[in-house]
């Protein structure tokens, strides 16, 4: 039988990881994890490549050392990975599969469109900048509530008024593009400048199976940012409750940004002969984008730093300013502002501290930079995920006031929910690099949870030569980070109560995205794994929440069958 479930690889608890594969500044720092948006038992937002039926072998001269084993890891699942590269030897040649679903060269021969092909991706980028001015005229012109035509207004005046909100109330303006761009050349400055550590990539067939070098430095770049920012307020050079009072200007400017940066890439990729997987379709090639892995300096990852810094970072620095405006405007700050505070916070930290477990991601390694990306991240989501933000800053806190023992418990929840979440994908990916030979040792910062490595872990193996991890949070249900991400997604509008809809935007979005990833993963995991999924199923039968102490009492609420 091929499939068996084991201790772990050796049968033996595994030494404590020593870390030869980066270098780090200053003194000394340990690893961790990261959490943005979960996806196929991730951090981000989509899947590894399947494993390897029918595939490319590459073969790689190691030499003086063990082999590196970043470069390859299809279809992990719950942290499993291709086990056969904790080899030794000094000298040794290794083959890295890639799987033939992936396609490396400069023509796109899958056949496959996605988003519903040009005309799908055509809608989209006109309607996701229209949705998100319809949301912020709602939020600051009608009270928080859906603007419709008033009584005998018709349809005609009724757009040619949101049309002039948008030309007066969001002109792109001076003030706003300096805003916008201050902050993110200065962010690119300290991703390049301030300390951090160096971490390598997976190899990349496009490049000789070359490993690209990432440095990643943003939890210096977060709390630096943060200790500027506040000096800027209180010394009265930069109030932050601006970026709330010029809102409209600022997300003029970073849509129009998000599209001349798309366009910028697109054209300069061709140009340099950098373009990869095209399609011969203008508009899905500049929706996907045409180059993987462009660079500034040879440094600054432009995939990682849109991904991490500027989405998160600005949604943080919306929310402290909401609370520097309420403190001058009352004399105080809703507690309901600051568990919006701690929310974003936790969240932009935790992307932070685990800025180098997206490396090996689906989004770094195989996914071009394109408009999807570059759009998403300077504007989608940091302008339309923070109209809780919103909303607390537009309103007197008597219209959204709870009971305090409500925001109290809600903040013992996250705390708690955090606890699982950060622990649950710490436990994956510390596993991930371990079982894959890559000597990475635990980071401690801020904030470090013991639980977060599992010695000598419970193991489900594959027929594919794949480790299924089957311990820890794993071992008690299979999705219960994507329970700890629902719960976040729906406090951010709770907090906000149920009068305007805007609020929820974000929660209702993100949970109906976190069920059809969940049953997407499990039909991609049952489908690749086979028998030793249905193992893996039956020894832990729930999905979101254990909910009971048996683990092989049936669960079919949690549970899709």
């Not at 590196?68 to 291709?82: I, R």
């Amino acid at each position: 039988m091929s499939e068996r479930m084991t201790r772990s690889r050796t049968g033996k608890t595994p030494s404590k990881p020593s870390n030869p594969g980066f270098v780090e500044t200053p003194g000394r720092r340990k690893y961790s994890r990261k959490s943005v948006i979960p996806d196929d038992d991730a951090l981000e937002s989509t899947p590894v490549p399947e494993p390897t039926r029918g595939a490319i072998a590459f073969d790689l001269k190691q030499e003086n050392g063990p082999a590196k084993a970043n470069g390859h890891s299809n279809g992990l699942t719950n942290g499993h990975t291709n086990g056969d590269a904790n080899g030794s030897a000094k000298t040794r040649d290794r083959k890295i599969s890639v799987s033939k679903h992936e396609n490396w060269g400069p023509r796109d021969i899958s056949g496959e469109r996605e988003f519903g092909g040009s005309f799908g991706m055509s809608a989209m980028m006109i309607g996701f900048p229209a949705l998100m001015y319809y949301m912020w005229i709602g939020s600051y012109f009608y009270d928080g509530k859906f603007p419709t035509p008033t009584d005998g207004q018709t349809y005609g005046e009724f757009f040619q008024h949101m049309w002039n909100l948008v030309k007066t109330e969001a002109y792109p303006n001076a003030r706003a593009w300096k805003i916008y761009w201050v902050f993110g050349l200065t962010q690119m400055a300290f991703y390049m400048l301030l300390p951090g550590v160096y971490r390598k990539g997976k190899p990349l067939p496009n490049l000789g199976m070359k490993q690209l070098d990432y440095y990643c430095s943003a939890m210096w770049s977060f709390y630096t940012s943060i200790v500027i920012g506040v000096v800027l307020h209180v010394t009265g050079i930069f109030k932050l409750y601006t970026f709330v009072e010029q809102f409209g200007h600022i997300m003029s400017v970073a849509i129009i940004s998000g599209f001349l940066c798309s366009a910028i890439a697109y054209v300069s990729a061709i140009v340099r002969g950098k373009a990869i997987r095209m399609t011969g379709w203008p508009i899905y090639d500049f929706f996907l984008g045409a180059e993987l892995n462009p660079r500034l300096f040879g440094i600054l990852d432009f995939k990682m730093f849109l991904e991490v810094r500027i989405p998160w970072f600005i949604m943080f620095f919306l929310t402290l300013g909401t609370c520097f405006k309420q403190y001058e405007e009352y004399g105080y700050v809703s507690i309901e502002a600051l568990f919006v505070l701690f929310a974003h916070w936790s969240y932009a930290n935790a992307c932070a501290k685990g800025e180098h477990l997206i490396i090996t991601t689906w989004d770094m390694y195989y996914e071009k930079l394109g408009f999807m990306l570059i759009f998403w991240n300077m504007a989608g989501v940091p302008l339309s995920y923070c109209h809780c933000t919103l909303y607390i800053a537009n309103h007197h806190p008597s219209e959204y006031q709870w009971p305090v023992w409500v925001p109290i418990l809600l903040t013992v929840g996250y705390m708690i929910s955090y606890y699982i979440w950060d622990t649950t994908n710490s436990q994956k990916n510390q596993f991930r690099l371990e079982e894959r030979g890559d000597p990475v040792a635990e980071r401690t910062t801020f904030p470090y949870f013991r639980y977060g490595r599992i010695a000598n872990p419970r193991t489900i193996q594959t027929k594919q030569g794949n480790k299924i991890l089957a311990d820890g949070w794993y071992g008690k249900a299979r999705k219960i980070h994507y329970t700890c991400d629902v719960y976040f997604a729906v406090t951010w509008g709770l907090i906000t109560g149920f009068k305007s809809p805007f609020p929820w935007f974000y929660s209702v979005f993100f949970v109906g995205m976190i069920i059809h990833r969940a049953k997407r993963d499990i039909e991609k995991c049952r489908k690749n794994y086979g028998e030793a999924w249905t193992e893996y199923e039956k020894l832990v039968p729930y999905l979101f929440i254990p909910v009971s102490r048996s683990p092989y009492e049936p669960c079919t609420w949690f549970s899709f069958p």
